[in-house]
């Protein structure tokens, strides 16, 4: 065998090492990424299955509020409407003097100059005590009021129960 024989043999045995090397190595690398990628895919899963389940639960939560707000907002609907209801009522009646307003008059006080009878009327339940009817625009004005103040009431426990519901405390 010649020098050259020997050196092509030598460069030879060397690169089937080398293939062979690469090719063992090529599977032991192969393995341990199809492993992680097994336990990637796994991992994912579970993050999902987890993100998924907060989603959820989420979702009703936020079902469950809004079941909550719109029974809130049908109760406050319901009230102002039945406190409306009976403003208008009471402004009628007022209207047709069905209803006449009075206020007491202290009785106590002289500097007043104001002369009116103690006696009642024959429809009053009046005992004994000192009142002046009231014009009728007079009553209808204190009765809007009155009805601006009651819907500011229904307003405010309103938004109380809305807040209520959204952080969970009772005022």
Excluded: P
Excluded at 18 to 33: F, S, Y
Excluded at 38 to 50: E, K, R, S
Excluded at 140 to 145: S, T
Aim: glycine letters at 8%; one cysteine or more; a neutral charge.
């Amino acid at each position: 065998m010649t020098l050259g024989q020997v050196l092509a043999a030598v460069l030879l045995a060397m690169t089937i090492s080398a293939a062979g090397t690469w090719q063992v190595q090529d599977w032991r690398m192969g393995k341990q990424l199809a492993e992680q990628g097994a336990q990637f895919q796994t991992d994912l899963g579970l993050i999902t299955a987890a993100a998924a389940k907060q989603v959820s639960d989420e979702q009703g939560k936020r079902q469950a509020l809004e079941m909550t707000l719109t029974t809130s907002d049908q109760q406050h609907f319901r009230e102002l409407s039945d406190e409306q209801r009976n403003q208008a009522r009471l402004r009628d009646r007022l209207a047709t003097a069905d209803l006449r307003l009075s206020v007491l008059l202290d009785a106590t006080d002289s500097a007043s100059g104001c002369n009116v009878s103690a006696s009642t009327s024959t429809g009053g339940v009046v005992h004994a005590a000192r009142r002046a009817q009231l014009d009728t625009a007079h009553a209808q004005r204190i009765i809007g009021i009155t009805a601006d103040g009651d819907q500011g009431l229904i307003a405010l426990r309103a938004c109380q129960s809305y807040i209520n519901s959204i952080i969970g405390r009772k005022w």
